[in-house]
């Protein structure tokens, strides 16, 4: 396979300087057995934030043993202080294979990723429509149970449950732009229409998720209201749409 990277004038201009040598480390290292490198998430276009937001990669190869992990180890670590996120590892075989178990996850890759070098394997990426409703409850029943849980050692500290919305929101994000996908919806770039148009999909007062997720954005605490009173909204609208995507 020829070693030359592709796309490297399609990223924002600080991506670049983080990544340029980084990659040309890679390929020295691995040689033949690194088939693809994938660039996903914000550090792709507008959304990033330099100093701030993470560089996220997905590399495959043709085989992954412990001597491939270690030959990465100083890189990975040198990438660290740059933002660069260590690499997700995976085989030709094992992508092909996991699309059942991680389909939000791929999806959300699928919809904002850029390739750096060799094959896409997102271009012919199938998912099964119930792999993907099974997932999407998941989430939000395993998050449901661990809010409950970490309210109890958090709710006497207002700036504690503060973070814990904040949180908890921004890690359910994915799962609500899959749930507009299943359903058939355009899925929205801005996550302020993500949240709009889940309430008017699935029935349910998204008022309380847009407030937690502007004052994410201003760094602030929840509005004026107190946040014990935001997370007792927030989990019941949380229960609610866990039961819609049971009986879809």
Same mark, same amino acid.
């Given at each position: /396979? ?8 399609? *990223? %924002? ?8 040598? &980084? ?16 660039? !996903? ?35 990975? $670590? ?15 075989? !094992? /992508? ?20 750096? &070098?060799?094959?896409? %394997?997102?271009? +012919? ?5 119930? +792999? ?18 970490? &309210? ?5 500290? @207002? ?7 904040? +949180?908890? *929101? ?8 899959? /749930?507009?996908?299943? @359903? ?10 993500? *949240? +709009? ?29 107190? $946040? ?5 909204? &927030?989990?019941?609208?949380?229960? @609610? ?5 049971? @009986? *879809?």
């Amino acid at each position: /396979m020829d070693k030359k990277l592709i796309n490297t004038e399609k *990223l %924002p201009l600080a991506v670049k300087k983080s990544l340029s040598s &980084y990659l040309e480390k890679l390929l020295e290292i691995h040689g033949d057995n690194l088939l693809t490198i994938i660039l !996903y998430g914000s550090a792709t276009g507008k959304d990033f934030i330099p100093g701030s937001s993470d560089i996220n990669l997905l590399l495959e190869f043709q085989r992954i043993d412990l001597p491939v992990l270690k030959k990465s180890l100083k890189l990975v $670590a040198q990438g660290r202080r740059r933002k660069i996120v260590a690499p997700l590892f995976f085989t030709k075989e !094992y /992508m092909e294979s996991s699309s059942d178990v991680f389909p939000i996850e791929f999806l959300e890759i699928t919809r904002n990723h850029l390739l750096l &070098y060799g094959e896409d %394997p997102f271009v +012919n990426l199938k998912i099964n429509q119930e +792999n993907l409703r099974l997932e999407c409850e998941e989430q939000l029943r395993s998050k449901l149970i661990r809010l409950r849980q970490t &309210y109890l050692e958090v709710g006497l500290q @207002k700036k504690g449950l503060d973070r814990l919305l904040k +949180n908890s *929101l921004t890690s359910l994000i994915p799962v609500f732009r899959n /749930m507009l996908y299943f @359903k058939g919806k355009v899925v929205p770039h801005k996550k302020e229409q993500v *949240l +709009n148009d889940l309430g008017e999909e699935f029935a349910i007062d998204s008022k309380t998720f847009l407030a937690i997720w502007q004052d994410k954005k201003d760094n602030n605490l929840i509005g004026q209201e107190d $946040a014990e009173i935001v997370f007792g909204r &927030y989990i019941d609208e949380l229960f @609610k749409l866990t039961e819609s995507v049971d @009986k *879809l």
